[in-house]
């Protein structure tokens, strides 16, 4: 067996035994209540708000008596219907919040508490739930109607003209549905929720995220066509419930006159029994009481159902326009280029400066080329931040997808190089293509320096957060409590260290003679094996940082107990960004039961 052979198998081996202690942690009910599980607590009890709406406006059209006549004819439609007509109105109210990014991003960054800016950060989270609500109660939504149609063709009663959608019985429900106005607008509304559905699902999203975002464009449309949606007035509501008590019984003609003696004498001869006498008492005006059975004197009037869907929405969506409205605005500052490197492993970093432009150490930036595409924006995390002395600041961006492939084609034609370029670096004489910049906005890494010891662990390009940190760190542009930083990053090629080789080593380095050895602890990990007759460390890693590379994946338990052992009893924030395994294995760590008193507090990255 070859050294490469055996290499790769021992670490298959570390690599299962650190499976196995991560599933026996203990999970605490504190750290798991701590480390997002007030998602699921939020979760619980928004299902719950909406299963009260349900029922609240089911049974408010069961007994209502305004829609007596209407319950006769379509029976349980007519409340399923409704019932779930109020929990899209609510939900789709409620979904336009988490998208207002600007007033997230101004909430996030005051003195909040520690659990209130984790719900900013789950905005996400929420706008999928409120999604998930709205499909659902969509489908119900529409078989309710469908057999709504179907009663309204069979339970034809021509006494109400005014009820019937139907003109006749045994009409076509396919032809009631697509001949009314809330027909048209309902299935067109379900053609796109489908389409903003489908396109949502995240392998649309990674490969062709331009159709994600095209298609969520039709938001517009479904909310137009929501609140038209009740225009063509097909439910019908009593309005003189006061002088026609439904289920009354309306009088033909005039009551006649009291017989006469003889005749009762006569049917009393015969051994008939006398006729019941009539008593005419005034229940309510209008009505009269014949043999406790109520007689109405006028017919009943009806007028169709007020919709009450702008109410819902019209606040939310407010301010959602006025929101896009100022990011639109501030987002037409030009932009300058001021330097273009390519690093290996396709990867772009772009230096950029725009006026009074100012960003926190973790906080993102949604980036647009119009060469490219006019509509689309991409989440990139700042990887330096501007200073007094330094108004730019740089963006690392990870070659994957159809738009990222575009913009680096786009930048070398301007360049005049080859794909396969090292590091080169093209100064702003070039015809580059025009950028504009949309933030910055808050993300969980903004919290490192909230906390006296912090953990960022990073897995390849998931390091662009904690680079904005480590360079805040070397150029001490803030002041924080912070006084002890773990950094731990993990990559598949030892190219990637190259990215930010130089700020690390020169962080290291200015710690070092500064008496501070202690404030950043790295570990950087290696995680596919060197290849048989490779040098190790390359000669670009010669650094004394780098000469302490470890090959294989790391062990995140033993990291973490022995950070806890060297802080015992503290608040320690653990940052996490990189692939979903990891992530995974690191939260089900920090969910364990720590001892001495530590609390690990998780913060995964996230794009909302």
Known sequence: MSRQQQQGSMHQRQNASNSRQIRKSRVSICSWLRNGGFKYIFATIWLALNAGIFCW???????????????????????????????????AAVILLPMCRSIFAIFRSKHMHRST????????????????????????????????????????????????????????????????????????MVVTLTAIVLTSCRAVRTSRHELFRYSHQLFFLFYALLVSHSLGGVLKEQCNVAVHSP?????????????????????????????????????????????????????PVFRSHQS???????????????????????????????????????????????????????????????????????????????TKSKPTFKLHIRVRGDWTV??????????????????????????????????????????????????????GVGVTPYAAVLQALLDESRKSKLRRLYFIWVCRDWECFIWFAELISTLHKKLWDSNRPDFLVVRLYLSKPSKSGEEWPPPVLQQPVFSRIEQGR??????????????????????????????????RLCNARQKNKTKLHFNKETFS
């Open 308 to 386: 009450e869907t702008w109410c819902f929405i019209l606040i939310p969506a407010c301010l959602y326009l006025i929101e896009r409205l100022w990011r639109a605005i501030r987002s037409r500052q030009p932009v300058d280029v001021i330097s273009i490197r390519m690093h290996p492993c396709d990867v772009i970093e772009l230096e950029l400066m725009q006026d009074d432009f100012s960003a926190k150490p973790g906080q993102y930036v949604l980036l647009q080329c119009p060469h490219i595409s006019q509509l689309e924006w991409h989440p990139f995390t700042i990887t330096s931040c501007p």
């Open 406 to 459: 575009a913009l680096q084609e786009d930048l070398l034609k301007s360049s005049g190089t080859m794909k396969d370029s090292k590091v080169k670096d093209f100064q702003e004489t070039l015809e580059l293509p025009r950028f504009y910049v949309d933030g910055p906005y808050g993300s969980p890494s903004e919290d490192v320096f909230r906390y006296r010891t912090s953990v960022c662990i990073a897995g």
């Open 554 to 587: 790391p062990n995140f338990k033993e990291l973490l107990d022995e950070v806890t052992l060297c802080n015992s009893g503290s608040d320690i924030g653990v940052f996490v960004c990189g692939p979903r395994k990891l992530s995974q294995k690191v939260h």
């Open 117 to 188: 800016r984790r719900l900013f950060d789950s905005a996400k989270f929420i706008h999928i739930l409120c999604a998930l609500l709205i499909c659902i109660a969509t489908a119900i939504h529409c078989v309710a109607h469908f057999f709504n149609a179907f009663n309204f063709s069979r339970q034809y009663n021509s006494e109400f003209p005014d009820v019937n959608v139907a003109q006749y019985r045994g009409q076509s429900p396919c032809w009631i549905i697509f001949s009314t106005v809330p027909g048209v607008t309902g299935c067109v």
């Open 247 to 299: 289920g009354c019984i309306t009088i033909p003609e005039p009551m006649a006159e009291p017989e006469p003696e003889t005749y009762l004498l006569m049917r009393e001869y015969r051994g008939l029994q006398p006729e019941p006498e009539i008593n005419m008492i005034d229940s309510e005006p209008g009505d009269v009481v014949v043999n406790e059975t109520t007689v109405c004197i006028e017919k």
């Open 57 to 91: 406006s089911f049974y408010l059209y069961k007994l209502d008596v305004r829609y007596h006549y209407l319950r006769q004819m379509i029976g349980m439609g007519l409340y399923l219907s409704r019932g779930s007509a109020s929990v899209i109105n609510v939900n």
